[in-house]
């Protein structure tokens, strides 16, 4: 089978990860998170002290900053294992911030090229298809209303005994989806290439299907 790369984009929500760790595992892939890389930026800025408002000093932050994501799925931030760190409210909230700014996108660009270099990769994002690896050999965007995304967030998080409130992690998703779409720089959006994939009435197991076999019919 040919070496390619999968490229999954969609908003906040979506499966995205989920289903993208089970497309790697079943192809014998690596998966790359580029959210966690966006996240954990935001987490070591936040603890700095940093404005995330302020592009020249994130873009300083980043230059000194090593983001790593080990194959058994842990985020390291130099060398900390932040895996937990990054998922906080007060991050999810902020990323979108540090996101949009263009010079912070740059490197990490030039950071999730060269990690998809040697291809066999599935990457999720919000501009994978669009920016990151433009000739990835798959695209695909995955969407779901706001009310499935936001009611899979809610048991997602009762499952992990967290606090949940149904009413505001719809807000929440809403209004990252906005800033995630509006930004001038790499805005989320779907590839003119890539095939979208309403997971609204789909089970996991049928998006992680319909992804293979579409990876199988360009192989
Ligand atoms: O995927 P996840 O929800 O963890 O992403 C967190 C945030 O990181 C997104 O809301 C977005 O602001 C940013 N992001 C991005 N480009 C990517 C991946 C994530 O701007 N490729």
Known sequence: MEQINIAIDGPAGAGKSTVAKLVAGRLGYIYIDTGAMYRALTYKAIKNGID??????????????????SSDEKVFLDDEDVTKLIRTEEVTNSVSFVASHSLVRKKMLQRQQ?????????MDGR????AVLPDAEVKIFLSASVEERAKRRYEENLSKGFPADY?????EIALRDKRDSEREVAPLKKA????????TLMSINDVVTTILKIAEERT
């Open 127 to 130: 501009d994978i298809g669009t």
């Open 114 to 122: 060269s990690m998809a270099k040697a291809k066999m990769t599935v």
């Open 192 to 199: 003119d290439d890539a095939i979208e994939i309403d997971t």
């Open 52 to 69: 995330l408002h302020n592009e020249s000093q994130l873009n300083d932050l980043l230059l000194k900053t090593d983001i790593s994501l």
């Open 167 to 171: 009413e505001r992690l719809k807000a």
